[in-house]
């Protein structure tokens, strides 16, 4: 039961072989057992679970189930759900308690659902290995003295250890393709506009997408029909017709133009990752596919234009954290001016401050056109990158991450090294466009992804190559040892 | 472009986080780091290319002018650290 996927745990369900309530019960008891170790979950209220599972099974019963009702949804703990603590990895929200729903947490109740909890994150989802939450580390099942990867560091060990079967993320610059990866999951980025972000703490507004994370591209998909769609709370939202995202999922892959950008096979690769990729397209030469090598120049420049816009609407969604309406406020301080500096430095970690002034800096005064300008200029040139590479191909691939997850602490002390994680990913956010990581095998015993990007709206197409592929792989479905 | 301890008070203050000596000077070292990486940029020219501040060629959506949101002042000010009379409580601003 806990490596089913999620069609066949809604089979289980609608033929009685098993209870929402036992199913929920059987992962809130895997949580009891591996989270104190490998901290996946920051909030757990199994009341709350429990009496959703209870519904769930109500609707069952009158046979009124969707393709989600009764299965349990682990949350990163970014997503506010009324009457649930909501941290964001953050001290300063370590009290804070949602008085409202996030759109993407009342689609999986309105699809009746069960929120198993409330996963861990690097704060306020930045980082790239869940060290910077306020609530600790988080372990990789595959190897405990690993990073998960991150921001959605929390949700991915969830999935992969088991202890949900399928969770959400959110990505800004790759915090739900790199923890993928690492964890050996599947994960899609959609099209910027595609989820509402009412209710999901602002990072970089501009670039924040939430998506699913899960074993299979299948289970994605459904988690996607439930996930996408207009809402008028977020003005960045699309009006989109909705969409059926399994709809092409058993398409044949004969014809399929995949670009190979030769920048993604550059040096800072490593050799064993580079290999498992390799190996993965030429599966998709065996499927009926055919390759072109593209380009994409600007790949390097993703990473200093990501670094001036996220840092810098970060510091502007940031500033309401002031200790005045919600969060943390200092114990002591002599005026207001020193309420907001003592509240801010006690409840903000090192990287959150970091980026906070570093966007302080490239929007002050006299500083805005060499920074932000130029930055928003490189944007462009880089969105253009992919307009260009897809008049040539119908996807593009290359790996999800440079390596494979590394050592707790060893990027700790270099935020620029961590910064270079998403060296694949963050181009995505950027243009806007919608990628996916997907297991494409193993290097040095560690779980390595295999990154698809589509063009915008494309998701579909792209579920349909991540599932051709898992019909004929294995992958997706192996388990860490010892869980 | 090198920073000093003392920019990096002046961006401390401006982003309202107080800020040790000590601290200031390790986050010196690990600031000028990731602005050298931003220095990058400058190596591109980018004269006449127009900015791109969003992924989408949308416009912003209106609404009928129309209440629809409902008061929830004694929800939302469950969870404020200090409130008195349906208020939110901060140090004296006004002399």
């Known amino acids: 039961m806990i ?5 066949e745990l809604a089979a289980a369900l609608a033929s009685k072989q098993i209870s929402s309530v036992e199913l929920t019960q059987l992962f809130l008891d895997r ?19 429990l009496a959703q599972a209870a519904a769930a099974d109500a609707l069952i019963a009158q046979g009124k189930a969707g393709p989600l009702t009764g299965i349990p ?17 953050s001290k300063m929200l370590a009290n804070f308690t949602a008085p409202y729903d996030a759109h993407i947490i009342s689609q999986f109740d309105a699809a009746g659902a069960v929120n198993l909890g409330k996963t861990n994150m690097d704060e306020f989802a ?32 969830a999935v992969a250890a088991r202890m949900a079967p399928a969770a959400t993320g959110t990505d800004t610059g790759g915090s739900i393709r790199q923890p993928a990866s690492l964890c050996g999951l599947s994960g899609l980025k959609p099209t910027y506009g595609v989820c509402s972000r009412y209710g999901m703490i602002a990072f970089a507004s501009s670039l924040d997408q939430a998506g699913p994370m899960a074993k299979s591209a299948e289970d994605l998909a459904l988690m996607m029909n439930v996930m996408a769609g207009f809402d008028s709370r977020d003005s960045t939202s699309l009006q989109r017709e909705k969409e059926d995202y399994t709809r092409d999922l058993a398409k044949p892959l004969a014809g399929l133009r995949i670009g190979l950008p030769k920048e993604y096979f ?8 580079a290999k498992v990729v390799e190996e993965a397209i030429a599966q998709y030469r065996k499927l009926g596919a055919e390759t072109v090598e593209i380009s994409l120049p600007n790949t390097q420049l993703s990473i200093p234009v990501y670094y001036v816009l996220a840092p810098a ?18 114990a002591e301080y002599t005026d207001l001016m020193d309420m907001y500096c003592k509240t801010r430095a ?36 880089i969105a253009q990158d992919f307009e260009q590479a897809f008049r040539q191909c119908d996807v593009i691939m290359g790996p999800a991450a440079p390596g494979t997850a590394f050592k707790a602490g060893e990027k700790t002390d270099d935020p620029v090294a961590m910064y270079l994680e998403d060296l694949y990913t963050i181009a995505v956010n950027l243009a806007g466009l919608p990628g996916m990581s997907v297991p494409a095998g193993f290097a040095n015993g560690l779980p390595v992804g295999l990154q698809v990007i589509g063009n915008y709206f494309d998701e579909a197409r792209m579920l349909n190559v991540g599932h051709a592929y898992q019909q004929v792989t294995d992958w997706h479905t192996r388990m860490p040892e010892g869980i | 472009m090198s920073l000093t301890t003392d920019d990096v008070k002046r961006i401390a203050h401006l982003a309202r986080i107080e800020v040790t000596e000590d601290e200031a000077q390790a986050t010196l070292t690990k600031l000028s780091g990731i602005l050298g990486l931003i220095e990058q940029m400058q190596a591109v020219d980018t004269t006449g290319i127009e900015p ?26 469950s969870i404020a650290p200090a409130v008195e009379n349906g208020l939110y409580l901060v140090p004296k601003v006004i002399e």
Request: some cysteine.
């Open chain 1, 73 to 89: 949804v682990a949350q990163k703990d970014i997503f506010c759900a009324k009457g649930w603590r909501t941290t964001c990895g």
């Open chain 1, 346 to 381: 006690e409840g903000f970690g090192a990287e959150v401050k970091r980026r906070i002034m570093v966007g302080t800096y490239v929007l002050s005064a006299g500083y805005y056109d060499a920074y932000y300008l130029k930055a928003q200029q490189l944007r462009r040139l």
């Open chain 1, 126 to 157: 930045m980082g790239s290995s869940n060290e910077t939450s306020f609530f600790g580390k988080v372990q990789n099942p595959w190897d405990r003295a690993r990073v998960p990867g991150g921001s959605s560091g929390g949700s991915a060990a």
């Open chain 2, 52 to 77: 791109m501040s969003h992924s989408q060629d949308v416009t912003q959506r209106l609404r009928e002018d129309a209440v629809t949101e409902t008061n929830q002042r004694e929800l939302f000010q």
């Open chain 1, 266 to 273: 550059a040096e800072g690769l490593d050799a064993g990752v």
């Open chain 1, 3 to 7: 490596n089913a996927s999620l069609k």
């Open chain 1, 31 to 49: 949580i009891v057992r591996l989270n104190p170790e490998i901290n996946a979950y920051v909030t757990l209220d199994s009341d709350k679970s």
């Open chain 1, 313 to 330: 609407e970060a510091s502007s969604n940031l500033s309401r954290y002031d200790g005045v309406r919600y969060g943390h406020r200092a």
